[in-house]
């Protein structure tokens, strides 16, 4: 907890950007070593300039690290470094990964094997369709989803991949405490508890334009490649399938009406060679191999009864003989055995010859 107030304190100091950020835990070991050292040190880091340096001497970092994660645990969220296991390890490899992400939900192994669904903000009745049919596709063959979380496209997206019952990651492009747009509130819920809602901007960062374009290099980051399903010539779409392009991700297209403006930006893509997209099985033949090493999603635990808590407590690693677990229960034989068979069943228990069980 210690580190992390570090972690977060050189992230929100004013003029560290991503990159400088990771030049100075480059050079000082550790966030907390670049508080410690002198501005002759600091100096000395490619990209430090005199501004830079008295930010860094006179920014009450502890102060406003600590404000940030009290406001950050109030809402049930918390903060993945590079450091962390769960950091995606596909945006660790882009040029410019953000040292940390808001997280709202989990990030799971199988994200690894993300793909990302972009669009319009003002899609067509056959944008929003086709979004929600290959996010659902995507969703049913256990391939995380990853949008934007805004309107139109994005939202059919995430709402394919949740009929799916499958995995989706929505990236903001403002603070992970404020709902834009706030029509999606629900969409955001929902997300978060069937998958993540994820940020690399501080609390209370409002959703400012500019904030869009950087997020999107995140979009992509995470993912193993884009499909662009429909946008004009000036889409934020086309931004984020310039940025997969640069990272070496895919970029997949849907072709849309030739005389539609709001497919001029997706045809141009395939035109440019973009990989059309017609169905879902287009976009799974092309990333096979890399879905082939992603960890299979891990199946639900179904919750265990009060009777079978007890009785799993009861054993240990080394194999136990019924009578002693009966006993210990304070319930009929029968219904030990009945709940034993069950522990069982549900892999939690293994029984040996005579009569001999022992917990998994």
């Not at 950020?21 to 600091?42: M, T």
């Not at 669904?117 to 256990?142: C, D, F, H, N, Q």
């Not at 405490?177 to 209370?204: C, H, W």
């Not at 045809?267 to 299979?296: F, M, S, T, Y």
Request: proline share 8%; hydrophobic share 40%; net charge neutral.
């Amino acid at each position: 907890m210690k580190d992390l107030y570090s972690w977060v304190g050189l992230s929100m100091t004013p003029g560290v950007g991503g990159v400088l950020f990771r030049r100075l835990v480059e050079a000082f070991g550790s966030p907390e070593g670049v508080f410690k050292v002198s501005p002759k040190d600091l100096a000395r880091v490619e990209g430090i300039g005199p501004t830079v340096i008295a930010s860094l001497r006179r920014f009450d970092w502890k102060n406003t690290a600590e404000k940030e994660l009290r406001s950050l645990e109030k809402i049930g969220a918390r903060i993945l470094t590079w450091d962390d296991g769960e950091y995606p390890p596909n945006l660790k490899q882009i040029y410019d990964p953000p040292p940390l992400l808001y997280v709202l939900g989990r990030v799971a192994p199988q994200d690894r094997g993300s793909i990302a669904v972009v669009g319009s903000r003002y899609p067509t009745t056959y944008g929003k369709m086709a979004a929600e049919r290959i996010a659902l596709g995507l969703g049913k063959l256990g391939v995380t989803v990853v949008s934007g979380l805004a309107r139109g496209v994005d939202a059919s997206a995430h709402q394919g991949a949740l009929a799916a019952g499958g995995r989706t990651i929505g990236v903001l492009g403002c603070g992970i405490d404020i709902i834009y747009p706030p029509e999606n509130r629900d969409l955001f819920d929902r997300v978060a508890s069937q998958g993540a809602v994820i940020s690399e901007f501080p609390l209370k960062t409002p959703p400012d334009s500019d904030h869009f374009p950087i997020r999107n290099r995140i979009i992509s980051g995470i993912s193993l490649g884009v499909v662009v399903v429909e946008a004009t010539l000036r889409s934020g779409s086309l931004i984020t399938a310039r940025f997969a392009l640069e990272q070496g991700r895919e970029v997949y297209a849907l072709p849309g009406n030739v005389d539609s403006a709001r497919s001029e930006g997706t045809n141009r893509l395939i035109k440019q060679g973009a990989k059309l997209v017609l169905q879902v099985e287009d976009i799974v033949e092309e990333i096979l191999p890399h879905l082939q090493q992603v960890p299979p999603p891990e199946p639900p635990k179904p919750k265990l009864s009060g009777e079978e808590e007890k009785v799993l407590s009861l054993l240990e690693r080394e194999a136990m003989h019924i009578d002693p677990i009966i006993a210990k229960a304070g319930l009929s034989s029968s219904k030990v055995s009945a709940v034993l068979l069950s522990l069982e069943l549900a892999g939690h228990v293994k029984q040996l010859p005579g009569m001999r069980f022992l917990k998994i």
